[in-house]
């Protein structure tokens, strides 16, 4: 069946780091919709992308969807404490008329100080 | 203004009992979907409402599941005798418009209801 797999599946990294999260897709992929969800609360929509190669910023983030839109990447600068939590990447996969929204199964980043 | 809230916040059934969990969505949005989190898995898609109809219902894991919204506006999820594997927490969303290709439209979600199945 269709398939969004995110790696990595949890990221440790110090405060100042740099941190990156992928999403590979089985299929191609109408648009890609990410999330944030902070320990204990529920995902927050951040961004969605839609054209290929197509390259969105908010502020240290940066958003990618590949040529072939079967993947993408949330690259984080200089990681903050406040950047802890799970990033979810959702590929929305079109059959037919019907439209169904794949998840990944996030990417956990801690943030040690 | 108020966000999307769900009730209850923490439903604990035992098998085989029915449940029904509430959404209420941001005032005017016209999309409502309705998402569950398993532990450690990634967010399921289940149903999608556009006002008061659900052009897609691909998501419902089975015929256990339905939801419907009336009046465009609080959407109810059931789930008919419930099975151990339900457990989950069930997460709400809505955003303004929803339209042909979903979603297109920042989805705000609400708190969610956890959901164990003993």
């Known amino acids: 069946g269709q398939q969004v797999m995110q790696i990595p599946q949890y990221q440790h990294v110090q405060e100042g780091e740099d941190f990156t999260t992928y999403c590979n897709s089985s299929?191609?992929?109408?648009?890609i919709q990410w999330y944030k969800q902070r320990p204990g609360g529920h995902p927050v929509f951040l961004i969605q992308?839609?054209?290929?190669?197509e390259v969105k910023k908010q502020k240290r983030l940066t958003f990618q969807f590949g040529e072939a839109k079967k993947n993408s990447s949330l690259h984080i600068t200089a990681t903050q404490t406040t950047d802890v939590g799970t990033y979810f990447c959702?590929?929305?996969?079109?059959?037919?008329?019907?439209?169904?929204?794949?998840f990944g199964k996030g990417t956990k980043l801690s943030v040690k100080p | 203004g108020a966000g999307v809230s769900q009730s209850p916040s923490n439903k604990v059934t035992e098998k085989g009992k029915d449940v029904e969990l509430r959404c209420d969505p941001i005032?005017?949005?016209?999309?409502l979907y309705w998402y569950r989190q398993s532990l450690g898995q990634g967010l399921e898609f289940l149903i999608y409402?556009?006002?008061?109809?659900?052009?897609?219902k691909s998501g419902l894991p089975s015929d256990r599941f339905s939801a419907e919204r009336t009046g465009g506006s609080v959407s109810t999820l059931t789930i008919q005798r419930t099975q151990q594997e339900d457990s989950a927490v069930y997460l709400c969303?809505?955003?303004?418009?929803?339209?042909?290709?979903?979603?297109?439209?920042?989805?705000?979600f609400g708190p969610g209801t956890r959901l164990t199945v003993l």
């Open positions: 005032s005017g949005h016209t999309a």
């Open positions: 299929t191609t992929l109408s648009n």
């Open positions: 959702a590929g929305l996969v079109y059959g037919g008329s019907q439209g169904n929204l794949i």
């Open positions: 992308l839609v054209k290929s190669g």
């Open positions: 969303a809505s955003s303004l418009r929803g339209g042909d290709r979903l979603p297109t439209d920042t989805q705000y």
């Open positions: 409402f556009q006002g008061n109809s659900a052009p897609d």
